[in-house]
């Protein structure tokens, strides 16, 4: 795992992705910093951080689209269906290489606080080292659910596409809500359309029609067994679920000076389970 994770961190800089993405990051919070701290004279350095999360949305999908669809575009990931070391550990490397990188753009950034509390005395570091974790830990979830994507086509397009779509929705989730139907039948289709979307996944990472079929009626018809039983489960369960999705929401919570261990929780919970299914939808096509 560590020859992957040195192998992919040393391409990042040999290609000037690296580079790239470190120059892009790093110029824009800087713009965000001179213009709402400095210019603005405000010393809040949390602020800015939270208004830098669409950064994620732009970066992440270009950082994220090569990793394991150019391989398998090249055909070059056949390795990945050989190597001697387990898949687990090839795309847990690959992960904490893009990681690594990102944490060294994260680590830079960090002494913007320090700057700031030289010339100004109202600058206060607690809440601004808080929200930069809750940045790092919403990157890192951010990261993983672009490494999925990834594993899902060999079109490097596609793949930043498809990732950046995935990560606005999630900035937007929370309003998309707001906008839904309320009511318990609008919302046991909602319910229901979902699943149909969750059934459509599952189709890419096991490529078998029998099992998707199955998914999707089984799940189709629990939703409305349950509705047919017990309408009131339905009051607001779309809204509950979006807001779960909402990543970027939970982010203000770090902005505060607080670290709400739930949240920290939350995002290692997404990393986790995105590289675990990008493991399995590897591990799927080796046995294909």
């Known amino acids: ?18 580079f790239v993405f470190l120059a892009f990051f790093i ?32 970066l992440i999908p270009i950082l994220t689209m090569r990793v394991i669809a ?8 056949q390795l990945l269906y050989t190597a001697p ?7 847990i490397g690959k992960y904490l290489a893009l990681l690594t990188l990102f944490g060294i753009g994260v680590l830079f950034v960090g002494l913007y606080p320090l700057i700031l509390k030289h010339y100004g005395s109202d600058v206060q570091l607690a809440p601004a080292y808080s929200a930069l974790i809750g940045f790092f830990l919403l990157g890192a979830a951010y990261i993983a659910i672009g490494t999925f994507v990834s594993s899902l086509t060999e079109s490097q397009p596609i793949a930043a596409v498809v ?27 909602i319910i229901a359309v979902l699943w149909i979307v969750v059934a459509v ?31 009131s489960v339905y009051a607001g369960i779309v809204t ?20 709400k261990y739930d949240v920290i929780v939350y995002y290692i919970s997404v990393a986790f389970l995105f590289v675990f299914l990008t493991i399995q939808s590897i591990r799927k096509k080796r046995y294909n």
């Open 201 to 231: 996944v599952a189709y890419y990472m096991m490529h078998n029609v029998t099992v998707t079929i199955i998914l999707a009626v089984l799940g189709e018809a629990a939703v409305w067994i349950i509705f047919a039983v017990k309408s």
């Open 70 to 77: 150019e391989e398998k575009h090249q055909k070059t990931d």
């Open 85 to 91: 070391i387990s898949i687990g550990r090839v795309i």
């Open 1 to 18: 795992m560590f020859a992957i994770y040195k192998k992919e961190l040393k391409q990042y800089f040999h290609s000037m992705i690296g």
């Open 27 to 58: 110029a824009i919070i800087s713009i965000y910093t001179w213009a709402n701290n400095f210019y603005g004279k405000v010393g809040n350095f949390e602020a800015t951080l939270s208004s830098s999360t669409f950064l994620f949305v732009l």
């Open 163 to 189: 990732s950046f779509l995935v990560l606005l929705m999630s900035v937007l989730v929370s309003n998309i809500a707001g906008a839904l139907p309320s009511d318990k039948t609008s919302q046991a289709s």
């Open 240 to 259: 509950k679920i979006l807001n779960c999705a909402a990543l970027s929401a939970k982010f203000e919570d770090f902005t505060l000076g607080v670290l």
